[in-house]
């Protein structure tokens, strides 16, 4: 069933609540609450137009074309979130969301979709951005939650290597950490599924006329994926992370 451009005119006025709300309290976020409404108005538009095109034309070279967009506007997005060692950042974050797309991506539609053609944008696009998505969200947390546990216990790590340790002994447990937080919000979401919340993916199908049990095969599958790719991004993140901010001596670099 589709909704009118007046049903979601209507559905503007739930934002009266939240405008309400920040003027009861005080609270400054009108402003950023209304441009970035307005800037998702704007970008979903266009998108849709867009992906409304490459879905009729069915050609393997936009589809590829709109994912290296995605992964480009990824990366610059987390890149421009984290506000430490930006200069090592780049080639850290680029790899990492490479890897896991290259390992999952293939996987996701040669062995489960199996989509005729395999690059149909129609499944492609819609999978490889959830996957990504998530992938990005998790590699920022855990980049931030890494560096911040070196931050907090530089003593503990200067002890450790004085003791003979090396440099995966020295960081092995902030990276520990900063990994379990990262995936632990996604475990919960996880855990939680189906009982207290319905996910996008299978929402969307419902909606659209599919059967639940057919939308809860995609949902599994998705969330297989995402899990999957999250993990890969952010181990390849700290790890690449790790050679770069440190130099032979083990001591951080530009530090002394």
């Known amino acids: 069933m589709d909704i009118s451009y007046l049903g979601v005119a209507l559905g503007l006025v739930l934002l009266l609540y939240p405008f309400l709300i920040f003027a009861h ?44 967009v995605m992964i480009l506007t990824a990366i610059f997005t987390i ?73 907090d216990n530089w003593q503990a790590y200067f002890t450790r290597i004085s003791l003979g340790a090396n440099l995966w002994e020295g960081v092995l447990p902030p990276f520990r950490k900063a990994l379990h937080s990262a995936l632990l919000p996604q475990l919960l979401n996880t855990a939680s599924m189906g009982l207290v919340s319905l996910p996008g993916m299978m929402t969307g199908q419902i909606l659209g006329g ?23 991004t952010d181990y390849v993140a700290i790890r690449l992370y790790i050679v770069k901010r440190f130099d032979k001596y083990y001591l951080p670099k530009g530090e002394r």
Do not use: H
């Open 25 to 68: 309290l005080k609270i400054k976020l009108s402003r950023q609450l209304f441009i970035s409404i307005s800037r998702m108005i704007l970008q979903l538009s266009l998108v849709g137009i867009w992906l409304e095109f490459l879905f009729n034309q069915k050609l393997w070279w936009l589809t590829l074309l709109w994912m290296l």
């Open 79 to 151: 890149k421009g979130r984290l506000r430490f060692q930006r200069k090592i950042l780049l080639p850290v974050i680029t790899t990492a969301l490479f890897t896991s797309g290259i390992i999952v991506m293939p996987w996701v539609l040669i062995m489960i979709v199996k989509p005729q053609p395999l690059y149909d944008p129609m499944y492609v696009i819609p999978i490889y951005g959830m996957i990504l998505g998530n992938s990005m969200n998790s590699c920022a947390l855990v980049l931030e939650r890494f560096e911040s546990g070196l931050a």
């Open 210 to 232: 599919a059967s639940p049990l057919v939308a809860i095969k995609y949902q599994m599958m998705i969330m297989f994926a995402i899990f999957s790719a999250a993990t890969i």
